[in-house]
């Protein structure tokens, strides 16, 4: 099983968006795929249809109990704390934490995964910069979601020392994915183009995901993109970086 962690480097940038939609993407009868949500928040589950009562996912269920997407993706929600205290030991007491996967949890959880699947992508949520080592060591890929606004850049600018172009060099299987572009924006455009520039293009995918309202329209129907709006841009753009993703994997 091919394992493809994604986190966003600050809040919102995507990392849950990009999971589901490029799970739903690689998921056929040839590369059965599975989705796996690693964030306390638990909100994977609304790319899927899975309803907010249902409590049941990885920190709570022994074995576990995997549930399937009309379009064949399946998935691992989170889960939530069972009642009255109750809790599993090992990696899944681990996780309830209220915090993200660390990379020695990553490596449990994977070990605990059913391996009758090409693919499992993981929303791992927001993470810090210093952790990506950690977590590119338990993964066949990672894939760090970039929105081109101030605060990306502010970030990486200090966290890489203000050494942009060097620093990323110890990522050998770390991708830097920029999502949410939106080139009639001036603000987005410059700095879309400034991140690019400054950053080491070795790690930058080849393809990008533009802005585009059917994304928040999807998730209020709770289904990807491509099952709620085909022929939309953002449908493109997952079924090009999963094209692409295939091919580094292969």
Known sequence: ???????????????KTLCANLAN?????????????????????????MPLEDRRGLINQDPLEVFEYPSGVHYLPYGESLPHGESLQGASSQLDRGEPATGSQLTQVLERLPDDYT??????????????????????????????????????????????????????????????????????????????????????????????QHVPEALATQQPVVDYA????????FEALALWLKTVLK
Do not use: W
Not at 6 to 15: E, F, M, Q, Y
Not at 25 to 45: C, G, I, K, Y
Not at 169 to 184: D, G, I
């Open 25 to 49: 993407e690689l998921a056929t009868a040839a590369s059965p795929t599975l989705a796996v949500d690693l964030t306390p928040e638990n909100m994977l589950r609304l790319h899927f249809g």
């Open 230 to 237: 085909i022929a939309s841009r953002a449908a493109g753009d």
């Open 119 to 212: 693919y499992c992508c993981i929303n791992l949520g927001t993470q810090d910069l210093n952790h990506l080592d950690a977590l590119q060591n338990s993964l066949d890929i990672l894939l760090c979601v970039l929105e081109p606004a101030p605060l990306t850049y502010a970030y990486l600018y200090r966290a890489l020392s203000r050494d942009l172009k060097n620093a990323p060099l110890s990522f050998s299987s770390v991708y830097f994915v920029f999502n949410k572009v939106a080139p009639n924006l001036t603000l987005n455009k410059d700095i879309l183009n400034l991140l690019k520039a400054e950053l080491n293009p070795r790690i930058l995918a080849p393809m990008m995901v533009h802005h585009d």
């Open 1 to 15: 099983m091919l394992s493809i962690g994604i986190v966003s480097l600050t809040p919102g940038a995507g990392a």
